[in-house]
């Protein structure tokens, strides 16, 4: 069926990314067993270095989408971010490039596919979203037609990258928003993986703004149990905000006991 990724593109690219980083990387992954086989799904991460992405999406298949800043869609990364699934967002609005491929996914496709995916998105999209055409394909858009589908999103709570391990002080109500429509509009139970990744060296933790951290840097990416929208539906129906505020406060602390969870697993190193 058509898409907006290429799905064996993107499996090419993970497993190469996955020697390539397993190479430079010491990774360590934990909790893989709360990942859900099957069906639509959330994966909200801390965020602390450019690289998140890319390392969690290589270990991590069930991952199709990501949410990515518009700043990296230079011309000549657009097809392959796209094609690993990339969708382009805006974190920062006062940065101005790129601006249009937020809101008009169409610019990305290639006008040969158009059609057929227009038609295969329409048929995930209540008859009010349902497209004429591709230049008001957006994030919140294409985020349905993912959850639709039953794939794995990835994105990262606290939008941009932070410069700490501490916990997320204004983490983004999205993931939490999209899980509460798609259970009112769709009656999609969203499954929401809180997880964590941290960078270690010598057994501290570390954050670089380097595009590298230093070689064999330990990483340790952590999934943890999964939450739903369940308990906020009721309340989503007669506030709505109030329910997204709700399960976001619960994500953040699920996300910061992931991440607590690895800092304490670091030994202190030996003399």
Do not use: W
Not at 35 to 55: C, E, R, T, W
Not at 65 to 72: D, G, N, Q, R
Not at 172 to 199: C, D
């Amino acid at each position: 069926m058509p898409d907006y990724f290429n799905p064996a593109f993107q499996k090419c690219i993970r497993k190469i990314a996955d020697f390539g980083f397993s190479s430079y990387f010491g990774i360590q992954v934990h909790g893989k067993d709360n990942v859900p086989k099957a069906g639509a799904a959330i994966f909200s991460f801390n965020h602390v270095h450019m690289l998140d992405s890319f390392i969690i999406g290589a270990k991590e298949p069930r991952i199709s989408y990501a949410i990515s800043k518009k700043e990296h869609f230079y011309p000549v990364l657009r097809s392959a971010l796209r094609g690993v699934g990339a969708l382009p967002v805006n974190t920062k609005p006062e940065k101005h490039r790129f601006t249009e491929l937020t809101t008009n996914y169409g610019l990305l496709i290639p006008k040969r596919n158009h059609q057929a995916f227009l038609e295969e998105i329409n048929s995930y999209l209540s008859e009010e979203e349902k497209l004429q055409d591709l230049s008001t394909l957006d994030y919140k858009l294409m985020s349905k037609y993912a959850m639709g589908k039953g794939e794995g999103l990835l994105s990262h709570l606290p939008g941009t990258r932070t410069n700490s391990y501490e916990n997320i002080a204004k983490p983004k109500k999205g993931t939490a928003r999209l899980a509460l429509q798609m259970q009112q509009e769709e009656g999609i139970i969203v499954s929401i993986i809180p997880g964590a990744i941290v960078y270690s060296k010598d057994n501290k933790p570390i954050i670089t703004r380097k595009p590298l951290p230093p070689y064999k840097t330990r990483a340790d990416i952590s999934f943890g149990k999964p939450l739903t929208a369940a308990r906020q539906h009721q309340l989503y129906k007669q506030e709505p905000e109030a329910a997204v505020q709700q399960l976001t406060d619960i994500i953040n602390e699920e996300v910061n006991n992931e991440v607590k969870n690895i800092l304490r697993s670091l030994t202190p190193s030996r003399p």
